[in-house]
């Protein structure tokens, strides 16, 4: 189903209870209503990757994030036709996510993901900058409907969308702790207080000195007993809660100066990951059966070499050959079919044949803005093997050539 903006889009509070395929195909519409067309310009973000963070907040906040946005990363040749603004999100989430950064940290949990840095200052204005910018390079991506490949956790979407979080969710922050919790609940009275737990927590900072928080007041001399358990489990969660809401807040006020708050409030926590950050698991047969070809056939000896070549490869290889050739980590929701080009037209994956000439300076080389690989026509499975494998060991970046 497809609904027309103007004419039969339903209220707001009913769109919520839509299937989520067409509650994307709203969405989309919404978006669309507040873009500038292409033809009216573009803005540019001139990046050196060295400095990728600083360079990209200062110089987002003059451009138009309704216009297109071209990127140039300082000293490479490339030119963007909307490849390398992919490239560009996933690198810079890859930085701001990184440890050394103390933004965020990996979270005690089964799937990887990361939550707010535990010691971090929520006060300091320059981390509250950061984390608005962030919520405006999401908001940014929607615009463009690009996934960014986020780890956050779970919990970080339902802080966003104001969705109630219980202590079932508490094992989306610390799985360890929940589970510690949980055994808990199940204890006899003489059990709990023999752990002779208090209303406070205990971590090491940043110098591995021990600090210890009260959750209440005087929490650290008051012990949890079978009586105050509940209280203490939902005074716990509180606490975490309340240490990492403000800097969600600040992610949640940059991404809704960009998307009206009334546009993603029709998504839940789990369908809001999955329009950012798009599909994690990479299917070949997907791909290969939403694949076209400009010179070759399917037929063809190089063809058949490189879908088994592909086939025989994990995902997390995968995943670079799709970053290489899209500028993305992430299948888009609806799988290779819904690929597009950077002005939301479907851009299908393009294998192009180009002559190969020698050994040394035949390379695949990547079109991130149309999905498209260049790929010579090598005279052997084992030299395309040793292409595909370049692509991978080197993790290259950079080749939107277009």
């Known amino acids: 189903m497809c609904y027309k903006i103007k004419k039969d889009l339903p209220p707001n509070n009913e769109i919520k209870n839509l299937p989520f395929e067409d509650k994307v195909l709203i969405f989309k519409d919404l978006l669309q209503t507040l873009k500038i067309d292409w033809r009216k310009g573009c803005d540019n973000l001139n990046i050196n990757r060295d400095d990728i963070i600083n360079q990209s907040m200062t110089q987002f906040k003059k451009i138009n994030p309704y216009k297109e946005l071209k990127i140039n990363f300082i000293g490479e040749v490339n030119q963007d036709a909307g490849g390398l603004i992919r490239e560009w999100l996933t690198v810079m989430f890859t930085e701001l996510e990184s440890e050394k950064k103390l933004l965020f940290e990996k979270a005690d949990t089964t799937d990887y993901s990361v939550k707010i840095y535990h010691n971090i200052d929520q006060l300091s204005q320059k981390n509250r900058d950061i984390f608005s910018f962030i919520g405006k390079i999401l908001g940014k991506s929607l615009l463009e409907n690009l996934t960014v490949n986020t780890s956050f956790n779970k919990y970080i979407y ?62 650290r001399n008051i012990k949890v007993t079978k009586d105050n358990l509940d209280f203490y489990i939902k005074t716990k969660i509180r606490y975490f809660l309340n240490k990492d809401r403000i800097l969600i807040n600040e992610i949640k006020k940059g991404l809704i100066s960009l998307i009206p708050e009334m546009f993603i409030k029709n998504f839940n926590a789990d369908e809001l990951e999955l329009i950012l950050n798009g599909t994690p698991f990479i299917d070949i047969n997907d791909w290969k059966t939403n694949t ?80 498209r690989l260049d790929v010579p026509d090598f005279p052997t499975k084992e030299l395309l093997k040793e292409a595909i494998d370049f692509i991978i060991n080197n993790e290259i970046l950079g080749f939107g050539i277009e």
Not at 163 to 177: A, G, K, L, M, N
Not at 205 to 215: K, P, V
Not at 304 to 329: A, H, P
Request: hydrophobic share 35%; charged share 30%; aromatic share 12%.
């Open 158 to 219: 339902k802080v966003i969308l104001d969705e109630p979080v219980d202590f079932t969710d508490y094992i989306f922050i610390d799985r360890t702790d929940y589970h510690s919790l949980d055994k808990m609940k199940k204890m006899s009275k003489e059990e709990i207080e023999s752990i002779e737990a208090t209303f406070s927590i205990e971590y090491k900072d940043d110098n591995n000195q021990l600090i210890t928080e009260d959750l209440i007041t005087n929490g």
């Open 292 to 371: 076209i070809y400009n010179g070759y056939f399917t037929s063809d000896r190089l063809v058949i070499d490189f879908w088994e070549i592909m086939s025989n490869l994990d995902q997390d290889k995968l995943v670079k050959i799709l970053q290489f050739s899209t500028g993305s980590k992430r299948v888009p929701i609806g799988g290779f079919r819904s690929l597009e080009s950077n002005r939301g037209k479907t851009s299908l994956f393009c294998i192009t044949k180009v002559p190969y000439e020698d050994k040394k300076t035949n390379f695949i080389r990547a079109h991130t803005c149309f999905n």
